[in-house]
C-alpha cells in the first residue's frame, strides 16, 4: 500500500506492506484522514516531545530518526475484519475509530508512534471495541471531524460551562472552532471569539461566535461587554468593603451571605477562556489580561517549555484547567452529535489533497492563515491546495 513517511521532519509517499488485522481488529480503506496541529508539531519537533511523553511513562512516541506513518483522525471502510471483531463491522460498511492500536506487547498512539501507523495511508489498522459504524449517511468529510470534535467536547465538558457564561476562545483554529460549535450546540449566550487571522474570524463567524476580535487592536475580555468583571486588585477591595457596609446594616446578614453564595452571587462575574493555541507565552498572556476569578481551560497543546506567574494567576484566583484527548463515549457522543445535526461543524473543512499534496498541506497550514482543517484523501490525486 501507499502511504506518507515521515523521518527528520520530511515527508514522503512510499510503498508499504499491507497490514493485517490481528485478533480484535479492523483493517480500514482510509477515505479521509485530518492533519492535526499536533501533526504539524510532531513533523518537526517529534524529539521534544519524546522527551515529554518520557516523562508520562510512554517510551514509544515517534521521534525524527525513526519513520512513522502519521494521521490520528481517520475514517475508513472496513476491507477486512480480524478474528472476534463484531459482526456490525460488515466489510464495506464505513466506521470512524479512536486512535489507539494493540501492537508490539502493548496499546500503541495511532498516527503518533512508529509501532501504530496511521491514516495519512490507503489503509489503518484499528481496534473494532474502540470503533463506532458511522450513522444516518453521514458524509466522510463530516465523519473524520469526529476526532477534534471529540477534544472539543471534552474540552467543553470539563469548563463547566454554563448558558449564562460568556465564552471567550483565544486561537481559532480547528480546536478552537471545534470549541465555538460545541458552545453554540449547548446553547452559550455569549461566545466571543479572537483571533490574528481574518480569514479563521469569518470562520468562528460561522461556527457560531457571536463577537470575533482581532487581538491585534482589541481586547476580547472588553469586547464580551460581560457586566461585573473586575480586571483590578482595587476593585475587587471596593467590592469586599462596600458589600459588607451594606450588609451589617442587615440583621441575619450572615445568612444572606451564603445565600448569595450558594447561588454563585457573592462574587465578580468572570468569564470561562478556552486557551486554544498552544505556543510559549499564551498561558501567562492569559493570566496577565482575563479577569478575576476567570476559569482557564488550557485546550492548545505547547510544546515546547514556557513560563508562568504563579504569584499573578494567584493573586487573580484563576483556575487553571489543563485538558487532553477525550473518553470513549465523547468519541462516540460527538459522531452521532454530527450525524444527528445537534452540532454543525461544516465550516471547519477548508481543503482536501491526496497523499501527494501532503507535504504542501503541511507547508501551507504552518502559514495559519487560508485554512482550517484539511483532509487527506488517499483516492484524490490532489497534489497542492
Same mark, same amino acid.
Given at each position: 500500500?501507499?502511504?506518507?513517511?515521515?523521518?527528520?521532519?520530511?515527508?514522503?509517499?512510499?510503498?508499504?506492506?499491507?497490514?493485517?488485522?490481528?485478533?480484535?481488529?479492523?483493517?480500514?480503506?482510509?477515505?479521509?484522514?485530518?492533519?492535526?496541529?499536533?501533526?504539524?508539531?510532531?513533523?518537526?519537533?517529534?524529539?521534544?516531545?519524546?522527551?515529554?511523553?518520557?516523562?508520562?511513562?510512554?517510551?514509544?512516541?515517534?521521534?525524527?530518526?525513526?519513520?512513522?506513518?502519521?494521521?490520528?483522525?481517520?475514517?475508513?471502510?472496513?476491507?477486512?475484519?480480524?478474528?472476534?471483531?463484531?459482526?456490525?463491522?460488515?466489510?464495506?460498511?464505513? #466506521?470512524?475509530?479512536?486512535?489507539?492500536?494493540?501492537? /508490539?506487547?502493548?496499546v500503541h498512539l495511532t498516527?503518533?508512534?512508529?509501532?501504530?501507523?496511521?491514516?495519512?495511508?490507503?489503509?489503518?489498522? /484499528?481496534?473494532?471495541?474502540?470503533?463506532?459504524?458511522?450513522?444516518?449517511?453521514?458524509?466522510?468529510? =463530516?465523519?473524520?471531524?469526529?476526532?477534534?470534535? /471529540?477534544?472539543?467536547?471534552?474540552? #467543553?465538558?470539563?469548563?463547566?460551562?454554563?448558558?449564562?457564561?460568556?465564552?471567550?476562545?483565544?486561537?481559532?483554529?480547528?480546536?478552537?472552532?471545534?470549541v465555538i460549535c460545541h458552545?453554540?450546540?449547548?446553547?452559550?449566550?455569549?461566545?466571543? /471569539?479572537?483571533?490574528?487571522?481574518?480569514?479563521?474570524?469569518?470562520?468562528?463567524?460561522?461556527?457560531?461566535?457571536?463577537?470575533?476580535?482581532?487581538?491585534?487592536?482589541?481586547?476580547?475580555?472588553?469586547?464580551?461587554?460581560?457586566?461585573?468583571?473586575? =480586571?483590578?486588585?482595587?476593585?475587587?477591595?471596593?467590592?469586599? !468593603?462596600?458589600?459588607?457596609e451594606k450588609l451589617r446594616?442587615?440583621?441575619?446578614?450572615?445568612?444572606?451571605?451564603?445565600?448569595?453564595?450558594?447561588?454563585?452571587?457573592?462574587?465578580?462575574?468572570?468569564?470561562?477562556?478556552?486557551?486554544?493555541?498552544?505556543?510559549?507565552?499564551?498561558?501567562?498572556?492569559?493570566?496577565?489580561?482575563?479577569?478575576?476569578?476567570?476559569?482557564?481551560? !488550557?485546550?492548545? !497543546?505547547?510544546?515546547?517549555?514556557?513560563?508562568?506567574?504563579?504569584?499573578?494567576?494567584?493573586?487573580?484566583?484563576?483556575?487553571?484547567?489543563?485538558?487532553?484527548?477525550?473518553?470513549?463515549?465523547?468519541?462516540?457522543?460527538?459522531?452521532?452529535?454530527?450525524?444527528?445535526?445537534? #452540532?454543525?461543524?461544516?465550516?471547519?473543512?477548508?481543503?482536501?489533497?491526496?497523499?501527494?499534496?501532503?507535504?504542501?498541506?503541511?507547508?501551507?497550514?504552518?502559514?495559519?492563515?487560508?485554512?482550517?482543517?484539511?483532509?487527506?484523501?488517499?483516492?484524490? =490525486?490532489?497534489?497542492?491546495?
Open positions: 500500500m501507499k502511504a506518507v513517511s515521515c523521518e527528520h521532519g520530511t515527508q514522503s509517499v512510499v510503498d508499504l506492506p499491507a497490514p493485517q488485522p490481528a485478533k480484535g481488529q479492523l483493517l480500514l480503506d482510509v477515505r479521509r484522514c485530518g492533519i492535526c496541529g499536533s501533526d504539524l508539531h510532531a513533523k518537526d519537533h517529534s524529539d521534544e516531545l519524546t522527551e515529554v511523553m518520557n516523562g508520562v511513562g510512554y517510551p514509544d512516541f515517534m521521534r525524527s530518526d525513526t519513520p512513522v506513518v502519521m494521521g490520528h483522525e481517520f475514517c475508513g471502510e472496513v476491507a477486512e475484519r480480524g478474528k472476534g471483531a463484531g459482526k456490525e463491522f460488515k466489510v464495506g460498511a464505513p #466506521v470512524v475509530s479512536f486512535p489507539l492500536l494493540r501492537a /508490539a506487547g502493548g498516527g503518533l508512534s512508529p509501532l501504530a501507523s496511521g491514516g495519512f495511508a490507503e489503509q489503518v489498522l /484499528a481496534e473494532a471495541a474502540m470503533s463506532f459504524v458511522i450513522p444516518n449517511g453521514l458524509d466522510l468529510d =463530516t465523519a473524520a471531524l469526529t476526532e477534534p470534535m /471529540a477534544v472539543a467536547l471534552h474540552a #467543553v465538558r470539563r469548563s463547566e460551562i454554563g448558558k449564562r457564561d460568556v465564552a471567550i476562545v483565544i486561537g481559532c483554529g480547528p480546536v478552537g472552532l471545534a458552545l453554540k450546540a449547548l446553547g452559550v449566550g455569549t461566545i466571543v /471569539a479572537s483571533d490574528f487571522s481574518a480569514t479563521r474570524r469569518s470562520l468562528a463567524t460561522r461556527c457560531g461566535a457571536h463577537v470575533v476580535v482581532d487581538p491585534a487592536v482589541g481586547s476580547p475580555y472588553e469586547a464580551s461587554g460581560q457586566r461585573g468583571t473586575i =480586571t483590578e486588585a482595587p476593585q475587587l477591595y471596593e467590592l469586599g !468593603v462596600g458589600s459588607m446594616r442587615v440583621p441575619g446578614w450572615t445568612r444572606l451571605y451564603r445565600a448569595a453564595e450558594a447561588l454563585g452571587a457573592a462574587g465578580p462575574k468572570r468569564p470561562v477562556v478556552f486557551e486554544c493555541v498552544g505556543v510559549p507565552g499564551m498561558i501567562d498572556g492569559i493570566v496577565g489580561a482575563a479577569p478575576l476569578q476567570s476559569r482557564v481551560i !488550557v485546550v492548545g !497543546v505547547c510544546m515546547g517549555e514556557d513560563r508562568l506567574r504563579p504569584a499573578m494567576a494567584i493573586g487573580k484566583e484563576l483556575d487553571l484547567r489543563f485538558v487532553f484527548g477525550y473518553t470513549p463515549l465523547e468519541f462516540r457522543d460527538s459522531l452521532h452529535m454530527l450525524a444527528e445535526g445537534k #452540532v454543525d461543524a461544516s465550516a471547519l473543512v477548508t481543503g482536501t489533497v491526496g497523499l501527494d499534496g501532503v507535504a504542501n498541506a503541511f507547508e501551507v497550514l504552518g502559514a495559519a492563515e487560508a485554512h482550517a482543517k484539511v483532509l487527506i484523501d488517499p483516492r484524490s =490525486t490532489a497534489a497542492a491546495l
